[in-house]
């Protein structure tokens, strides 16, 4: 189902209103902070990244729904310490895209959004295929007014480290600094783990754990090369962990028994059974 553009406007504008009678009137919703919303916004968009990996479209519409909430939320927080409001986080984010994108904006294109905004990249009508945009991305957002000092800074420090990795090798890849070949990574992938394996073998923790995060790095390096992204492949792979590993649990407890009774042997068997049926639908 399509809604017009109107009865989008008009939808927006009733979960604005609601957010008004909320904050005034519900003892919890009075009491938020930005402090106190930030770890539940943190759920949410776990939450969210579970729905999509799943493709649950009523569930990403509904997850969806709970993001956009908090985006209110902190607006109206803001709106109250006389910061900024939601039209204000709708405009910057509005002057901010035309400006990363001037192979749309540029020349005169769009004059309803691009009028009064600085669209000078110097790289206008220059970006053909999205592999051209992303490589004059960095460069465009450095030319921002209160834009990143250096191609990493725009990385955020608490991003989780697998994402935070694959976030940093695609802003060096943007300006340059990447393999000839994706093939040359595989001796980087095999350099590494030989190192790795060196130092558990030598007993020293402290350094087998600094290898052993350059492998996951050189690692995480091969799939961005490859165009896999390591975290939705680490979480399939979670889930395919769960559902055999839950079929396992459930079949030992019909026979009467609890894993700890269990032989490796025996507990491969019905793990092997649990692969044969493919229960959570992922290919080998």
Request: glycine residues 4%; contains cysteine.
């Amino acid at each position: 189902m399509t809604h017009t553009k109107e009865e989008k406007l008009a939808a927006f504008s009733r979960l604005l209103d609601l957010m008004d009678i909320l904050r005034a009137e519900c003892p919890w919703d009075r009491e938020q902070t930005n402090e106190s919303l930030r770890p539940n916004t943190i759920e949410e968009a776990f939450e969210l990244c579970d729905a999509l990996l799943n493709n649950d479209e009523k569930n990403i519409a509904k997850e969806l729904g709970d993001v956009l909430l908090h985006v209110v939320f902190y607006a109206l927080i803001g709106q109250e310490k006389g910061q900024f409001d939601i039209a204000d986080v709708c405009n910057r984010l509005v002057d901010k895209l035309v400006f990363r994108h001037p192979h749309v904006f540029g020349e005169g294109q769009h004059p309803e959004f691009s009028a009064g905004i600085a669209t000078e990249s110097g790289l206008a009508n220059g970006a053909k295929t999205g592999a051209q945009v992303e490589k004059n991305w960095e460069m465009i957002k450095q030319k921002e007014k209160d834009g990143n000092e250096s191609v990493l800074s725009g990385v955020p420090r608490s991003l989780p480290s697998l994402i935070k990795a694959y976030r940093i090798q695609d802003k060096a890849r943007n300006v340059g600094f990447d393999w000839e070949e994706r093939s040359q990574v595989w001796d980087k992938v095999k350099e590494e783990i030989a190192e790795f394996e060196s130092e558990v073998a030598q007993m020293d923790n402290d350094k087998a754990t600094r290898e052993f995060g350059d492998v996951l790095f050189s690692l995480i390096n091969a799939a961005r090369l490859y165009k896999i992204n390591p975290d939705n492949a680490l979480e399939y792979t979670n889930q395919k962990f769960i559902a055999r590993f839950n079929y396992l649990e459930e079949k030992t407890l019909k026979q009467g028994r609890s894993l700890k009774e269990m032989s490796l042997a025996e507990m491969d068997e019905i793990w092997n059974e649990a692969k044969r049926m493919n229960l959570d639908n992922t290919a080998e």
